[in-house]
Nanobody, 115 residues
Framework: QVQLVESGGGLVQPGGSLRLSCAAS????????MAWYSQAPGKQRELVAT???????NYADSVKGRFTISRDNAKNTVYLQMASLKPEDTAVYYC?????????WGQGTQVTVSS
């Protein structure tokens, strides 16, 4: 089982930026498809962005043009660069790694967008 650890969350004003990181243990990161999800209070967890093992990306409509997912296989890390943040982006952000039927989740990092 791959261990995933998110970091980089915090409090930011509307219009600001944050970069989340998700570090993976072990040596299989480069073959994992990775994703970021968000879960706002009282809501279901939602897909934010995905990046395949070979670098193809996809985004939820709500974040297109504002968020960028990327990965650095040398550092076993996936990133979520968030810009033009809105109060409705406030949530716990989780990363997920998938390889076939094997799925791993991180513990989440809180992002709060507020003035």
């Amino acid at each position: 089982q791959v261990q995933l650890v998110e970091s980089g969350g915090g409090l930011v004003q509307p219009g600001g930026s944050l970069r989340l990181s998700c570090a993976a243990s072990g040596s299989v990161f480069r073959v994992l498809d990775m994703a970021w999800y968000s879960q706002a209070p009282g809501k279901q967890r939602e897909l934010v962005a995905t990046i395949t093992f070979d670098g193809r990306t996809n985004y939820a409509d709500s974040v297109k043009g504002r968020f960028t997912i990327s990965r650095d296989n040398a550092k076993n890390t996936v990133y979520l660069q968030m810009a033009s943040l809105k109060p409705e982006d406030t949530a716990v952000y989780y990363c997920k790694g998938t390889r076939g039927y094997n799925v791993s989740w991180g513990q989440g990092t809180q992002v709060t967008v507020s003035s």
